[in-house]
């Protein structure tokens, strides 16, 4: 079973840029798909990006593609999402999530705790 914790949270104004780390712990992540998840207060969970095993293949939801970018670095067994002109509306708790197998479309099996981004105007 594979354990994920994100870090790289926090608060910025309009039109900054973040970027989030994924670290996975417990097996290597070289052959799971992988994908990023937010939550806004009140709102449900949705999806914002995901990228292949070899990393070759990424798909973004339309509010943040031409803004956010997908990466990872197998080597180092982790996810990365590079957030840039940020918009209030990005606010929301941002989880990592992982799927054994190459189709990034399906279902996640595991999750982080999720990191705070917040995006003041």
């Known amino acids: 079973q594979v354990q994920l914790v994100e870090s790289g949270g926090g608060l910025v104004q309009a039109g900054d840029s973040l970027r989030l780390s994924c670290a996975a712990s417990g097996r290597t992540i070289s052959s799971y798909s992988m994908a990023w998840f937010r939550q806004a207060p009140g709102k449900e969970r949705e999806f914002v990006a995901a990228?292949?095993?070899?990393?070759?293949?990424?798909n973004y939801a339309d509010s943040v593609k031409g803004r956010f970018t997908i990466s990872r670095d197998n080597a180092k067994n982790a996810v990365y999402l590079q957030m840039a002109s940020l918009k209030p509306e990005d606010t929301a708790v941002y989880f990592c999530a992982a799927r054994p197998g190459a189709n990034i479309r399906g279902g996640y099996d595991y999750w982080g705790q999720g990191t705070q981004v917040t995006v003041s105007s």
């Open positions: 990228i292949s095993p070899g990393g070759v293949r990424t």
